[in-house]
């Protein structure tokens, strides 16, 4: 976590194309790299009524609006300049279109070093050299919110050497708001337009507006790199960032659910395993549907209208039919399907609730009353020791894992064991090492859960 002192505001435009460098002059204590401002003082030094830095808005990219890479030769060209300078991170994001296709791959990759530039490169048109892969493989990358990305650019065969996520690194210092336009607010006082965030990235050709967006969300991503980098120095959390990074680089993508179609929004609504059946067949035939024709799944039939359908999957054809949206064609077909659902054999049902260990523990008070006992000042201590520290609890450890201890632990033992149990769930070691204190001091119960 090197970092390297750069001026955030160095030949930046301003909104209506002029040089930022006499809007950075207006602003009171302008931030530097290290994360303090020019009267020595950091952030947090600061009184209550000290005036608010206000944040320039960042209109137009430092070098200019480059054209989209779609083809071999730009790229090379890009990747010799980038390699000029081999310790330089690449700042990196991609653009998807999961509000309208089916498919999480990246349409649009925006890359950029000090020393190259920003490339815009349309990943649809061309297949990525070898030269530019090998480059970008050897690299760290600073992204924001990395789990984000990191799958479709892995799809690219593109994987970070290591990685700095923004997003991750202001969650370790306690940050009160984590997106991407707050924390460069934060960090180098510029503001961020998002209005093309949601967008159809896969739409050709791509309008300049959303081109300029897309460059503007590289721009200062590895300026703001340094500055939380200074921060968490200053915070003794460099450790707990390069684990987390890590972890991240190790783990891109997220484990599946063994039951997707459980994610279906008001699925609660029904009550008996056929209806439960028929929302599933359903699922499964809109997931088809979208899958084929390259859809966001919701562009075929939005969960609701599955959910209220299957409510009378039970009833009658004249009843399922008046369920669904009234402008919906080949209802038919959904009948169908809900029907092939309901007339399954009662083994092949699903249950109420999806399968999982430990128990949900929403259900610990009434079912196992001995587990949510012990649980509560656990998580309470576990919080407490989170807010000193000043990270949010589920970065401290993820609600899931420390769950999972309570429910296997009737009583604590001692921190060295805890701290080796917490790693064998998957906690990162500052994560072990921070927590296994708290746990072992926890309150002991009689009695033990039980499946």
């Known amino acids: 976590m090197r970092t390297r002192n750069r001026s955030a505001a160095r030949a930046r435009r301003t909104e209506d194309g002029a040089p930022a460098d006499s809007a950075t002059t207006a602003r009171t204590a302008p931030t530097t790299a290290t994360g303090t401002t020019d009267t020595g003082r950091t952030g947090d030094d600061l009184g209550a009524d000290s005036p608010a830095i206000e944040p320039t808005p960042l209109g137009a990219p430092r070098d200019g609006l ?98 700095f996520d923004t997003e991750l690194a202001a969650r370790l210092l306690g940050m009160p708001r984590v997106g991407l336009g707050a924390v460069v607010e934060d960090t180098v006082h510029l503001r961020l337009a998002k209005e093309h965030s949601a967008a159809d990235w896969s739409k050709r050709p ?76 359903m699922w499964e035939r809109r997931d088809q549907i979208a899958r084929e024709q390259d859809l966001s799944p919701h562009r075929v039939i939005k969960d609701r209208a599955i959910v209220d359908a299957a409510k009378v999957s039970t009833a009658s054809h004249t009843a399922f039919l008046a369920a669904l949206p009234k402008p919906m064609h080949g209802k038919e077909t959904w009948w169908q399907a809900a029907r092939a659902g309901v007339n399954l054999p009662e083994a092949h049902l699903p249950s109420r609730s999806e399968p999982s260990y430990p128990p949900p523990h929403k259900l610990w008070s009434k079912k196992w009353p001995e587990v949510w006992e012990r649980y509560l000042p656990i998580r309470e201590a576990v919080a407490e020791r989170a807010e000193q520290l000043h990270v949010p609890s589920e970065n401290l450890l993820t609600p899931g894992l420390l769950r999972q201890w309570v429910w296997e632990h009737e009583t604590p033992g001692d921190a060295g064991e805890i701290r080796a149990e917490l790693s064998g769930l998957g906690a990162r070691d500052w994560q072990a090492e921070i927590v296994a204190p708290v746990l072992a001091a926890a309150p002991v119960a009689s009695d033990a859960p039980t499946e």
């Open 66 to 163: 480059v054209p989209v890479i779609d083809r071999i030769q730009p790229l090379l060209e890009w990747c010799e300049r980038a390699a000029s300078a081999p310790e330089e991170p690449i700042a990196v994001d991609a653009e998807r279109a999961s509000s309208y296709r089916y498919s999480a791959k990246a349409y649009l990759v925006q890359i950029r070093t000090e020393a190259a530039g920003t490339a815009l490169i349309d990943p649809t048109a061309f297949t990525l050299p070898t030269s530019f892969v090998e480059l970008m493989n050897s690299r760290e990358w600073v992204l924001h919110a990395a789990t984000q990305d990191l799958p479709s650019l892995g799809e690219l065969g593109l994987h970070p050497a290591s990685l």
């Open 206 to 281: 791509l309008p300049e507006p959303w081109l300029v967006y897309a460059a503007l969300d590289v721009e200062v991503l590895v300026e703001v790199r340094d500055i939380l980098a200074a921060r968490l120095e200053e915070s003794d959390k460099t450790r707990w960032a390069r684990e987390e990074f890590a972890h991240e680089v190790a783990h891109p993508l997220p484990a599946a659910r063994a039951e997707p179609w459980r994610k279906l929004h008001g699925l609660g609504a029904l009550r008996t395993p056929r209806q439960l059946a028929a929302a599933r067949a």
